[in-house]
T-cell receptor
Framework: TQLLEQSPQFLSIQEGENLTVYCNSS?????LQWYRQEPGEGPVLLVT?????EVKKLKRLTFQFGDARKDSSLHITAAQPGDTGLYLC???????????FGKGTTLSVSS | SAVISQKPSRDICQRGTSLTIQCQVD?????MFWYRQQPGQSLTLIAT?????????ESGFVIDKFPISRPNLTFSTLTVSNMSPEDSSIYLC???????????FGPGTRLTVL
């Protein structure tokens, strides 16, 4: 059974701080996706990474896929209150298959 | 990206009753999935909705409790049968292409069982 360990589970920081969220597994994934979910809404896709070692940037967010495609990280620079939410990593063993989700990281950014 | 709608967006139901949740996509998609998100937790896959055949269920989920239909490539339903308070969750559908890595999620249906 494939598992994704996501850490930290909770993160409470001040506006302007940097943070990193980690997703780790002993299994290889075809791709890894990061979502952000706000209360009462479905997860919204932030990025999909498919190539080992790949780095993608989305404004202040930087996503990295490990060389062996077993782990990923999300780094946020200069966090803002609008970044508050639940961040979820999810891996697919093959393209088009169901996702395995990490437990999520609840981020709270206060001004 | 696909636009996905779910009905109802939320409902409050009595123990022992059933609720059918609808998922509609604005384009034909190959893969559709149903997930459950219990309060304060992450997403767990219930089943893969297969067009024209029976759904494929994950361990711990059975057809009698969560019957699923998928009559075409743009529509699916999930029924939560004989509900108990433990079924109170957000139910989400997602879609993907057969050879694509990206999945998109609907807005979810928030179910509360009293």
């Amino acid at each position: 059974t494939q598992l994704l360990e996501q850490s930290p589970q909770f993160l409470s920081i001040q506006e302007g701080e940097n943070l990193t969220v980690y997703c780790n597994s002993s299994s290889v994934f075809s791709s890894l996706q990061w979502y952000r979910q706000e209360p009462g809404e479905g997860p919204v896709l932030l990025v999909t990474v498919v190539t080992g070692g790949e780095v993608k940037k989305l404004k202040r967010l930087t996503f990295q896929f490990g060389d062996a495609r077993k782990d990923s990280s999300l780094h946020i620079t200069a966090a803002q209150p609008g970044d508050t939410g639940l961040y979820l990593c999810a891996g697919a063993s093959q393209a088009g298959t169901a996702l395995i989700f990490g437990k999520g990281t609840t981020l709270s950014v206060s001004s | 990206s696909a636009v996905i709608s779910q009905k109802p967006s939320r409902d409050i139901c009595q123990r022992g009753t059933s609720l059918t949740i609808q998922c509609q996509v604005d384009s034909q998609v190959t893969m559709m999935f149903w997930y459950r998100q219990q309060p304060g937790q992450s997403l767990t896959l219930i089943a893969t909705a297969n067009q024209g055949s029976e759904a494929t269920y994950e361990s711990g989920f059975v057809i009698d409790k969560f019957p699923i239909s998928r009559p075409n490539l743009t529509f699916s339903t999930l029924t939560v049968s004989n509900m108990s308070p433990e079924d109170s969750s957000i139910y989400l559908c997602s879609v993907a292409g057969i050879n694509t890595d990206t999945q998109y999620f609907g807005p979810g249906t928030r179910l509360t069982v009293l």
